[in-house]
Structures are given as structure tokens and as C-alpha cells.
């Protein structure tokens, strides 16, 4: 299948022969397939928005070849380019670009009327859509009267009123709340999914990652990795490979797009990721307000800065008084599973350490005894009822799993599938749920322990009250907000 969007070689140069010369784009080369969702993520200024605005054509690379829908957009008159660009591409910016002088609906319309329909036609086409995105009511007023999550619906639905088959989307997420944010990515998730959009999404956000098909990360003008959430492509050409991983392939990956910083560093950076991961584990449909306060207190959990009691405490207090409103009793059970998980985490993570027992010497803990203890853990946490009666065989078998997955690079998929695999034929043979739990909460722990080991010299440090943070981690953590 032809690429929808290849670049070749591209060299993007601002300020070309000035004093300020700045070259954003290095020998970028790329394919992008028909339908597929793609994300470009890398720190602040490393050429994100460049690049999307080379392959809108807004802006002309220096060197290389920048083809879409089989056109050299290099080569394209001034006309081509202008039907280019109202028909194949549609544009949603962070700053959500609207036109404050016309009404919400106009907005809409506008890019109607380059493509000459008649009024009539461009009003129901713009009211259908905002309809579906639920700002009808609001079609007569100006976009500075709507919220910012309403204004960047008006946004999507302009950018896709002419059915443009591509669609680029530059941190549209950035100035939103966390309710609109997860509006408009599901909103994107569906153009993909269900009206076979091609997206382009920019985010600096490792939280949305997982939205997309393959991710490409940037730093310093080049692109840097690229990772494969799912490969559409291959698997239409029916070719399913499996991509093998790292454990921890897609914290690795930020630590490259991260380059220069310490892995204690990125650490403090993806904390409230981590804090959210962690969060959601526990309450799945509780009200957005609890949620926030729990993550809050779990990211102060993680940095050390929040003791025992005060994390207990706001557990327990009355989500109508700041807390998050568990009662008394599952808010101690839940602080005693934050803290198995914890321990767990630092327990695989930790480097060079030295089991204490006389027998044993001082030898190290090896790859093995690891995997042994946490397979323990994984059973005795979501397969408690069953636990002794898993057939030794199988036991053996989840334990090489685990193995495999934290040291030897078997992929999440291939865990999950070993393990749900009939027992007959060389598998486990547990029962879905079960599989899903344990591959979960596997993935939890390893994402939890990642830099953990770095960062704290020893358990009773992490898990005593009140901690203290070096003046640099503090600074690094308040600098950095995902929301
Ligand atoms: P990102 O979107 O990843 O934050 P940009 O693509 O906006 O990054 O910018 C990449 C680099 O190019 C930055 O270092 C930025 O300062 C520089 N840059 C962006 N626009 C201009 C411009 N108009 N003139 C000069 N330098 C620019
Ligand atoms: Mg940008």
C-alpha cells in the first residue's frame, strides 16, 4: 500500500541566512499510512509544529521531499495548494484559531464557502455538526462566549466540515480542563476509528500516547524513535507481526525523547502519570472531583511529601470537604495495597541488592528469585481464591512468563496471550479475567518502579512519614504539570 504521507530527507531552516538562523527540522524521513492515527510527541520546541506545518504545506521545507495523497506539495502551483488545503487537510490548533467576530456557526461554515456551496447547504452541514458535538445551543453566539472545551469542538467540527481525509491536530488539548480533554480525544478517537480519518495529533503529553497507532518521538529537530501501538497497515496487508518490547518499552522511550535527563529526573517528570495510573487502578467510576484529589495525593505519596496519617486521613474525609470519601475501612485497605504495590515495585527495581539472610550469604537477588517473588505477588493479589489449587505446571509456566516479560523482552501481548492460552496447548489456561488482572497489575508495578530504585536509597525512607525532596527534584516537579 502507497504511504498517504512520506517525507524525505526534510531540512526545515528558520531565519535562513540571518543572525538567527535556526534549523527546526533535521533529515526528517517518515510514512504515514491511509487511516492510521499518529502521534508526533517530544519536549517543547523540538520541531513538533514545524513539521505538521510542512506537511499542511503551510510551510516549504528547505531540502527533501514532502508527498501527500501522491502530490509533491513542493512542486504544487498556488491553485492546487489552495484546494489542497481546503479539501484533504483539516487543521485544529491549541489556541483554537476561531474568529471571534462570527458566530459560532459561521465558523463552522466558513470553510464552505471557498468550496462555493450555497448558503442553505453550508448551514445544514455546520448545524448537523454541532449537534453532534453538542454545542447547537450555542450556534448564535460568538466563541468567546463558549468554555474552552466548547470552543475546541467548534474547532474539530470547522476542521472537518469539508470531509478532509486528513486531519492535524497541533496540542489541541493543551489549554483544556481534563473532562474537555478526554471530550476531544474521544472525539478524535472516533473521526479515526469510525470515519476512517488519518490523524496527525502533536502532544508534549506521555498521557495520550496510548491513543495512537505509532507514535514518533522528537527531540532537537529530529525524529528520534518510533514505536507501534498497532500496526494498521501491516495488519491489513495481513501480515501480523508481533512487536517484541521491553517491559517498560514506552517509559524507555520517553526517557530518549528525554534525553539528557537522568532517569531519576524522568521520574519525577512521568510522577503524575504514574499517579494517575495508580489512581485509576483503585476507583473507576467515581466523580472527576474524587479522582483529582486521590491522584493529587498518591503523586504526593510517590514524591514523599504527604505522611501516613495525612494520606489516610484525606482517604477517609468527605469528598465534600476535599477528601475523596472512602470510608473508614476501605481507606485503610487501600492505603495497605498502595503500599504492597509500592514495596513490590522498589523490590524489583532496586539495584545491587543484597538478600540479608545468613544462609544465603550476600549474594545478589537474581533475575529468577525476582520473577519467583512477584509471580507470588501477582497470584496472591488477583487470583487469591484459586491460589492453591494452580497446578504446579502452570505455576511454573506463569513464573517463566513473568520472567520473560520483566527480563527478557516478551511483549504485554504475548504475556496476556500465554497466559490466557489453553493449558493443553503449552499455556496457562486461566480464564480472561483473570489473565487481564495480572497483566494489568503486572504493567503496574513495572511502570511504578521505573526510576524508583534511582531516586530512594532504601524502603523505610520511601514508606516513612513525611519525607523530604531535594530543592532540584521540587523544582523539577513543579515546573513540569500534564494538566
Ligand atoms: P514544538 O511545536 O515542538 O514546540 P516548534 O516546531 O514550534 O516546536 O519549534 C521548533 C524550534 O524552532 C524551536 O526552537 C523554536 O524556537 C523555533 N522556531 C519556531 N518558529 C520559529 C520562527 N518563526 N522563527 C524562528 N524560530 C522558530
Ligand atoms: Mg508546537
Not at 128 to 143: H, T
Not at 174 to 180: A, E, F, P
Not at 250 to 263: K, S, V
Not at 355 to 371: L, N, P, V, Y
Amino acid at each position: 500500500m502507497q504511504p498517504l504521507i512520506k517525507a524525505k530527507n526534510l531540512n526545515f531552516v528558520y531565519n535562513k541566512g540571518k543572525d538567527n538562523e535556526f534549523q527546526a527540522l533535521i533529515n526528517i524521513n517518515l510514512e504515514i499510512y491511509p487511516e492510521e492515527y499518529i502521534i508526533f510527541f517530544g519536549p517543547s520546541g523540538c520541531g513538533k509544529s514545524t513539521l505538521l506545518n510542512v506537511i499542511s504545506g503551510l510551510e516549504t521545507p528547505d531540502e527533501g521531499i514532502i508527498i501527500v495523497a501522491e502530490k509533491d506539495l513542493t512542486k504544487m502551483n498556488a491553485k492546487e495548494f489552495a484546494q489542497y488545503h481546503r479539501e484533504k487537510i483539516g487543521m485544529i490548533f491549541q489556541a483554537y484559531n476561531l474568529i471571534n467576530s462570527l458566530s459560532v456557526l459561521d465558523n463552522v461554515a466558513l470553510p464552505q464557502v471557498f468550496l462555493n456551496i450555497g448558503k442553505k447547504e453550508r448551514e445544514k452541514k455546520s448545524f448537523e455538526l454541532l449537534e453532534r458535538f453538542g454545542i447547537i445551543k450555542q450556534a448564535k453566539k460568538i466563541p468567546m462566549e463558549l468554555s474552552g472545551g466548547q470552543q475546541q469542538r467548534i474547532g474539530i467540527a470547522r476542521s472537518i466540515v469539508n470531509n478532509p481525509d486528513i486531519i492535524l491536530a497541533d496540542e489541541p488539548i493543551g489549554n483544556l480542563d481534563s473532562v474537555s480533554a478526554k471530550n476531544v480525544l474521544e472525539i478524535l478517537k472516533d473521526l479515526n476509528e469510525k470515519e476512517k480519518k488519518t490523524i496527525i495529533l502533536v502532544t508534549h503529553n506521555p498521557e495520550n500516547l496510548a491513543f495512537g497507532d505509532r507514535i514518533f518521538y522528537m527531540k532537537d529537530g529530529m525524529i528520534v524513535r518510533e514505536t507501534v501501538n498497532r500496526d494498521r497497515h501491516k495488519l491489513r496487508a495481513g501480515q501480523s507481526e508481533i512487536i517484541k518490547k521491553a517491559p517498560t518499552a514506552e517509559i524507555e522511550d520517553l526517557m530518549r525523547a528525554y534525553q539528557g535527563l537522568t532517569q531519576e529526573q524522568i521520574n519525577v517528570i512521568i510522577m503524575p502519570y504514574k499517579a494517575k495510573l495508580f489512581a485509576h487502578h483503585f476507583i473507576t467510576n467515581r466523580n472527576m472531583e474524587e479522582e483529582k484529589v486521590f491522584e493529587e495525593i498518591i503523586y504526593r505519596k510517590l514524591l514523599n511529601t504527604i505522611s501516613h496519617e495525612q494520606f489516610l486521613e484525606t482517604l477517609n474525609r468527605p469528598y465534600q470537604e476535599g477528601g475523596v470519601g472512602f470510608d473508614r475501612r476501605t481507606a485503610e485497605n487501600i492505603t495497605r495495597r498502595i503500599n504492597r504495590k509500592i514495596r513490590m515495585a522498589f523490590y524489583l527495581y532496586r539495584k545491587g541488592h543484597q538478600r540479608k539472610d545468613e544462609q544465603a550469604g550476600h549474594k545478589k537477588i537474581t533475575d529468577e528469585e525476582k520473577s519467583e517473588k512477584l509471580t507470588y505477588y501477582l497470584l496472591n493479589t488477583c487470583y487469591r481464591d484459586y491460589y492453591n489449587d494452580l497446578d504446579k505446571t502452570a505455576m511454573e509456566r506463569i513464573k517463566q512468563a513473568v520472567e520473560e516479560r520483566l527480563f527478557r523482552g516478551l511483549s504485554k501481548v504475548d504475556f496476556y496471550n500465554f497466559l490466557d492460552k489453553p493449558f493443553k496447548e503449552g499455556g496457562v489456561g486461566l480464564n480472561s479475567k483473570t489473565v487481564r488482572n495480572i497483566t494489568e497489575e503486572l504493567e503496574l508495578i513495572l511502570v511504578l518502579g521505573y526510576g524508583m530504585a534511582q531516586r530512594i536509597q532504601n524502603k523505610s525512607e520511601f514508606l516513612s512519614p513525611a519525607g523530604k525532596l531535594s530543592a532540584g527534584k521540587l523544582a523539577i516537579a513543579q515546573k513540569i504539570r500534564f494538566r
